[in-house]
């Protein structure tokens, strides 16, 4: 069992940074696969980045690639989201989801463990 809390979100102006975190409990947390998804009002919830148990490798939504970083320190059980030039359509909760396999899945049916949430809200 692995259990997320996502911290990190607020209000920024468009163009603006945030870094999200992610702190997983749970033993087993360094063999777990690490994402992040966010849902919009009215979207579909789409995964925004994804890092591999070692960190070596990452995949990013094409919407975001450039701009956000996500990234992990294993000795603290946590994982980074860094959010850079940020637009009003970063608009929405942003959630931490883990899964068991090694593949960098961009489904979020494959995840298992999933935080509450945090809201990121993109205003001038």
């Known amino acids: 069992q692995v259990h997320v809390v996502e911290s990190g979100g607020g209000l920024v102006q468009p163009g603006g940074s945030l870094r999200l975190s992610c702190v997983a409990s749970?033993?087993?947390?360094?063999?777990?696969?690490m994402a992040w998804f966010r849902q919009a009002p009215g979207k579909d919830r789409e995964c925004v980045a994804g890092?591999?148990?070692?960190?070596?490798?990452?995949r990013y939504a094409d919407s975001v690639q450039g701009r956000f970083t996500i990234s992990r320190d294993n000795a603290k059980n946590t994982a980074y989201l860094q959010m850079n030039g940020l637009k009003l359509e970063d608009t929405a909760i942003y959630y931490c989801?883990?899964?068991?396999?090694?593949?960098?899945?961009?489904?979020?049916?494959?995840?298992?463990?999933w935080g509450q949430g945090t809201q990121v809200t993109v205003s001038s």
């Open positions: 989801a883990s899964r068991r396999g090694s593949v960098v899945s961009a489904r979020d049916y494959e995840y298992e463990y």
């Open positions: 749970g033993r087993t947390y360094s063999i777990y696969t």
């Open positions: 890092v591999s148990r070692s960190g070596t490798n990452t």
